[in-house]
């Protein structure tokens, strides 16, 4: 049997675990180095130019979309927003996000809104089409080169994105609230490049996070929370191609389009609790955190991709953390490490009866290949940041830092079909160097904050229309009756390593 080869929880294209990945309550489970995107990484954070710290320091900015209970911290009505520019080098991604929300405080109650419009680049060649290597172009035949199938207008290029939250203090340091945030999704970024050959991709889905968070503050910089959530993906992606063969008849090639379905589903549900506490001397602070997330993925699309094959599969990952951090006039550092073991385990179903190579017979339905996946991640984040009085009421500050992702996993695999096993190991290395500069006065601020994350690869362009062949020149090149795969040698997309850079403009303004 011929495998389709899909991608095995590579959550690059995961809403759930981009949004949240890099502080703990949503785990991104990923088992090729994909570069993500930051496509979702358009949240305002008043810790993203020094590293990301969340452990052992609070971020007044983002802490209440993370646990809805930390709304309580704040204070009266404040409009705030965080317009947010991305992009992938080698023009493999990028888009612009315009976020803009309100918090209120009142008495015991508590909410925010947020709504945001993001539009994305577009990636691949200009027209969104097919085209032909330089073989076929100059084979001594008539060839009828395909065009597009799919509509890509402008709003197929745009998501919607809309937040709210709502909370009550109960007294004696005890909060509880509750959040929903909800995206319709016409594009996910890099989707595209991960069907070569297509003439286009057309999107469509939404996604939907929960979260009910409880805090308790115990005293100053004391706390412990608890956050229980739920994070629900469903993308459709019709993929179009054009099936080129020779008429020998007409004696000329004939284009027949053909459109392709394909679903991710993804349904995630964790639970997170955090502590933190001063030292005895007050300007240090320590904090802890265990994360769990179990992770059903009924549907994975089908890349073309040479990675572990998987038409489904689960995983239980979990997150054990400390930090470190201390705030003394005019310095703020901190340090996060975190060690995240992650067991998943995906397969393939066969689509008709296959013969096992021992004579048995495979029904449809059944599980032709497994993969079991064990992974011994490690995050370790480091930040400073300085801040400069200017005047009685105005302030700057300079903030530096950085992230290491480490990621080890060993796959064992079992192919049903063969009946042999394998094994095999994986690591490499994922490096973030943020910076930012805030500016604040009379309680309004302006911010600005960039990131800069490498060791990572998407499909690589060159010069010609954009795209990079890998052709075995050993093939013949030639005219015969079994379709364009005679004519055509064999090719592929090349994995290159790339660069992310994000860069956010985040203000708040107090009403009242």
Known sequence: MAYRHQLAFVVAFSLPAALTAAHAQVI?????????????????????????????LADSSLDPFINPAKGTRLAGMRVFGSPTFFSVSRKAGGGLTLPVGMSNSSGAWFAQLVLGMQDMDRTGPDNGSNFLPPEVLSANSTTVVPTSTTSDDDASRQNNYVHGLVGRRFGRGLSVAASASWWTLNIMDGVELYYPGSNGVRQHGE???????????????????????????????????????????????????????????????????????????????????????????????????????????????????GGISRSTSPWTLGFDAIYEPIWSRTWVRADQPTEARDGATIETGGTTL??????????ARLGFANTVPI??????????????????????????????????????????????????????????????????????????????????????????????????????????????????????????
């Open 28 to 56: 991104a489970v990923k088992s090729a180095p994909i570069a993500d995107g930051g496509q979702f990484a358009f949240l305002p954070s008043a810790n993203l130019g020094m590293g990301g710290l969340s452990i052992a």
């Open 207 to 321: 996604a939907l996070d929960l979260r009910l968070g409880v805090l308790k503050e115990l005293g100053a910089g004391h706390s412990f929370e608890v956050l229980a959530l739920h994070n629900r993906l469903g993308m459709n992606q019709d993929v179009a191609f054009t099936d080129t063969f020779w008429d020998p008849t007409l004696r000329q090639f004939i284009s027949q389009p053909r459109i392709e379905p394909n679903a991710d589903r993804t349904d995630t549900w964790g639970l997170h609790l955090a502590y933190m506490r001063p030292l005895a001397d007050s300007t240090w602070r320590v904090g802890a955190i265990l994360t769990g997330n179990w992770i059903d993925q009924p549907r994975l699309p089908s890349y073309d991709l040479p990675e572990v094959p998987a038409d489904a599969g689960r995983a239980h990952a979990y997150n054990l953390g």
């Open 370 to 379: 497994e993969n079991q996946f064990h992974f011994h991640n490690g995050i």
């Open 391 to 512: 005047s009685k009421d105005q302030t700057l500050r300079l903030e530096i830092g950085g992230q290491l992702r480490a990621i080890r996993y060993r796959l064992e695999q079992w192919d049903a079909v063969q009946q042999s096993a394998s094994a095999s190991t994986q690591h490499w290395n994922e490096w973030t160097r943020t910076w930012g500069v805030s500016y604040r006065l009379a309680g309004a601020s302006v911010d600005y904050r960039g990131s800069l994350t490498t060791g990572a690869g998407r499909p690589g362009f060159d010069e010609f229309n954009g795209n990079v062949f890998l052709v075995d020149r050993a093939a013949p090149v030639g005219i015969g009756g079994g379709g364009l795969r005679d004519v055509i040698p064999p090719f592929g997309l090349q994995f290159g390593k790339v660069r992310t850079t994000t860069h956010q403009i985040s203000f708040s303004v107090p009403i009242r």
